[in-house]
T-cell receptor, first 112, second 119 residues
Framework: QQPVQSPQAVILREGEDAVINCSSS?????VHWYRQKHGEAPVFLMI?????EQKGHDKISASFNEKKQQSSLYLTASQLSYSGTYFC?????????????FGQGTILTVHP | GAVVSQHPSWVICKSGTSVKIECRSL??????MFWYRQFPKQSLMLMAT?????????EQGVEKDKFLINHASLTLSTLTVTSAHPEDSSFYIC???????????????FGNGTRLTVT
C-alpha cells in the first residue's frame, strides 16, 4: 500500500523552510527519501531505520516516528537547487526483497 | 560508486513491436533489481522484482507475459516490453541495491531511466 505524502506541492522563496510528511498504514522497517528533477532519475537523500531515527545532511534533515509510522523531511534555508519532486519510499514489514513503495510525491518549487 | 546504467535513454517504436531495456550495475553485483514505471507527474510504481537466476516477481496487475524480465547475471537485468501499445508509453526506471537482496537499510540506486514512446 502506497504511503501518503503531504502536502502535494509547496512553493517557497529562497531561504524559506519547508516540511514534507510521509505516513503509512503499515509497520515500517525503513523510510527512504529521494528527490527527482524533471526528466531525471530519483536521487537518494537519506534513509531512516526502525527506531525513531533522525538524521541530516547540510540543511536537509529527516525524522522517523516509528510508533506513528510517519516520517518528515525538513528543508531549511531552501536553495534554488532544492526544487524538484520529493518522494518518500517505505519498506514495510513482511515485504520480500526489501522492495520500496513510493508515495505520490511532493512538488517543491523554490523561487529567487 | 554504486552506479546503475540503463540503456537506451529513450526509444520510439511502432505499435505491435517489442522493445528491450537493459539495466547494468557497473561497479557492484546486484542479485536483485527493481523495475519501476512512472507516468507523467505521477509516482514511481513498482512493476517487478528481478532476481538473478530465477523468475521475476511481478506486482499485482502487471502482465508478466507483456513485460518480460530476464536477470541473467549479477550485473544485468533486462525488461522487454512485448507487443507494445501507445498506453505502454512511459518512463521506465531500474534500480538496485548494493547491500544484497533483503537489505532494507540500503538505498536504491537508480538508472537514468528509459522514456518509451509507442506510436
Amino acid at each position: 500500500q502506497q504511503p501518503v505524502q503531504s502536502p502535494q506541492a509547496v512553493i517557497l522563496r529562497e531561504g524559506e523552510d519547508a516540511v514534507i510528511n510521509c505516513s503509512s498504514s503499515k509497520a515500517l522497517y525503513s523510510v527512504h527519501w529521494y528527490r527527482q528533477k524533471h526528466g531525471e532519475a530519483p536521487v537518494f537523500l537519506m534513509i531512516l531505520l526502525k527506531g525513531g531515527e533522525q538524521k541530516g545532511h547540510d540543511k536537509i534533515s529527516a525524522s522517523f516516528n516509528e510508533k506513528k509510522q510517519q516520517s518528515s523531511l525538513y528543508l531549511t534555508a531552501s536553495q534554488l537547487s532544492y526544487s524538484g519532486t520529493y518522494f518518500c519510499g517505505t519498506v514495510a514489514g513482511g515485504t520480500s526483497y526489501g522492495k520500496l513503495t513510493f508515495g505520490q510525491g511532493t512538488i517543491l518549487t523554490v523561487h529567487p | 560508486g554504486a552506479v546503475v546504467s540503463q540503456h537506451p535513454s529513450w526509444v520510439i517504436c511502432k505499435s505491435g513491436t517489442s522493445v528491450k531495456i537493459e539495466c547494468r550495475s557497473l561497479d557492484f553485483q546486484a542479485t536483485t533489481m527493481f523495475w519501476y514505471r512512472q507516468f507523467p507527474k505521477q509516482s514511481l510504481m513498482l512493476m517487478a522484482t528481478s532476481n538473478e537466476g530465477s523468475k521475476a516477481t511481478y506486482e499485482q496487475g502487471v502482465e508478466k507475459d507483456k513485460f518480460l524480465i530476464n536477470h541473467a547475471s549479477l550485473t544485468l537485468s533486462t525488461l522487454t516490453v512485448t507487443s507494445a501499445h501507445p498506453e505502454d508509453s512511459s518512463f521506465y526506471i531500474c534500480s538496485a541495491r548494493t547491500g544484497g537482496a533483503n537489505s532494507y537499510n540500503s538505498p536504491l540506486h537508480f538508472g537514468n531511466g528509459t522514456r518509451l514512446t509507442v506510436t
